[in-house]
């Protein structure tokens, strides 16, 4: 038995100039961290030659990797050349459709573990890339690339996506203490609201060709470039809240279903309460927002989103690893 350990995460800036149809063009970037909220997959050797997946509350018990439903399971069984006598669970810390970069987590970590279960040993990058031409070339899946490199990765990094493929993963180079500074001055309160982010990817990836969209992920990437530079400078991480803010009111514009009412008004309600700036994670549409709240005005922040439940993490240094093998 092997299982997996891979960090979701948490995107700060430059979302969208990961996907293909920005970088094949230009470089993106982002800066993201992972956090200690995870994906858990378990590979099992099978009495029998059969194929069983569990996954939410479906249940597939298949003669051949055929027949397997699960589209990634499918893929990664094929990719590493696991045909028969396997099967597959996967647990998450937090479900699906979120904007953690679950999806990506647990591509990463299924890989991770069924490579770990044919005794191969893949690097982060290995991982990462594998993932990566599953879910985009294979599947099709109007994906980017960075949920997929930092759940392999881990970190605080910032991560560039360059039009001949290659990705360049670079750490922050920030003080522990600075870390500590930046965890405490943000909150993560989900809106309710799990959603699909593949109607939403899509919209963005048909707007990109629109000359005013890619004048606004050419902003979000210079933010993350600029970011970079700050706090590898030891800047405070205040300048995240004007970023978070900036970036935001771009991003809200490169598809109508980004953001809606609600999400507006609980955006305005931590505004006006003290918060500098934030975001909603992932493609949009729902899921979890981000806020950086000064300390002196997280408790007001809180307070003024009272109906939404916090997700409380800390900063994950290490991406996906094999925590049990038996």
């Given at each position: 038995?092997?299982?997996?350990?891979?960090?979701?995460?948490?995107?700060?800036?430059?979302?969208?100039?990961?996907?293909?149809?920005?970088?094949?063009?230009?470089?993106?970037?982002?800066?993201?961290?992972?956090?200690?909220?995870?994906?858990?997959?378990?590979?099992?050797?099978?009495?029998?030659?059969?194929?069983?997946?569990?996954?939410?509350?479906?249940?597939?018990?298949?003669?051949?990797?055929?027949?397997?439903?699960?589209?990634?399971v499918?893929?990664?069984?094929?990719?590493?050349?696991?045909?028969?006598?396997?099967?597959?669970?996967?647990?998450?810390?937090?479900?699906?459709?979120?904007?953690?970069?679950?999806?990506?987590?647990?591509?990463?970590?299924?890989?991770?573990?069924?490579?770990?279960?044919?005794?191969v040993?893949?690097?982060?990058?290995?991982?990462?890339?594998?993932?990566?031409?599953?879910?985009?070339?294979?599947?099709?899946?109007?994906?980017?690339?960075?949920?997929?490199?930092?759940?392999a990765?881990?970190?605080?990094?910032?991560?560039?996506?360059?039009?001949?493929?290659?990705?360049?993963?670079?750490?922050?180079?920030?003080?522990?203490?600075?870390?500590?500074?930046?965890?405490?001055?943000l909150?993560?309160?989900?809106?309710?609201?799990?959603?699909?982010?593949?109607?939403?990817?899509?919209?963005?990836?048909?707007?990109?060709?629109?000359?005013?969209?890619?004048?606004?992920?050419?902003?979000?990437?210079?933010?993350?470039?600029?970011i970079?530079?700050?706090?590898n400078?030891?800047?405070?991480?205040?300048?995240?809240?004007e970023?978070?803010?900036?970036?935001?009111?771009?991003?809200?514009?490169?598809?109508?279903?980004i953001?809606?009412?609600?999400?507006?008004?609980?955006?305005?309600?931590?505004?006006?309460?003290?918060?500098?700036?934030?975001?909603?994670?992932?493609?949009?549409?729902?899921?979890?927002?981000?806020?950086?709240?000064?300390?002196?005005?997280?408790?007001?922040?809180?307070?003024?989103?009272?109906q939404?439940?916090e997700?409380?993490?800390s900063?994950?240094?290490?991406?996906?690893?094999?925590?049990?093998?038996?």
């Open positions: 038995m092997i299982i997996t350990r891979t960090p979701f995460r948490i995107s700060f800036v430059g979302g969208g100039t990961d996907l293909p149809d920005f970088y094949r063009v230009e470089p993106g970037a982002v800066v993201s961290t992972a956090i200690n909220k995870y994906m858990y997959v378990i590979v099992n050797q099978r009495f029998t030659d059969t194929i069983r997946v569990s996954y939410y509350s479906k249940t597939e018990l298949v003669d051949n990797v055929d027949e397997v439903k699960h589209p990634v499918r893929e990664a069984l094929k990719l590493t050349g696991i045909t028969q006598g396997i099967e597959i669970a996967s647990i998450a810390d937090v479900h699906a459709g979120a904007g953690l970069g679950s999806s990506g987590s647990f591509t990463v970590g299924l890989l991770n573990a069924l490579y770990a279960y044919k005794g040993l893949k690097s982060a990058e290995d991982l990462a890339r594998e993932a990566c031409h599953i879910e985009m070339d294979i599947l099709g899946e109007p994906v980017g690339k960075q949920d997929q490199y930092i759940a990765c881990g970190g605080f990094r910032f991560i560039q996506f360059n039009p001949d493929e290659t990705v360049i993963a670079e750490n922050i180079i920030w003080s522990a203490d600075r870390k500590e500074e930046l965890v405490a001055n909150l993560v309160m989900y809106t309710g609201d799990a959603r699909d982010a593949s109607p939403i990817l899509q919209e963005q990836k048909q707007n990109t060709t629109q000359a005013d969209k890619m004048d606004r992920l050419r902003n979000l990437r210079d933010m993350a470039m600029d970079k530079s700050q706090l400078s030891d800047a405070s991480g205040d300048i995240l809240g970023i978070l803010h900036r970036g935001w009111m771009l991003k809200r514009q490169l598809a109508d279903s953001s809606n009412d609600k999400i507006d008004k609980y955006y305005q309600k931590a505004l006006d309460a003290g918060a500098l700036g934030g975001k909603l994670l992932g493609a949009g549409g729902g899921g979890f927002l981000l806020l950086y709240c000064p300390q002196p005005k997280r408790a007001a922040v809180k307070e003024a989103l009272s939404l439940q997700l409380k993490f900063l994950e240094p290490e991406g996906s690893k094999i925590i049990y093998v038996v």
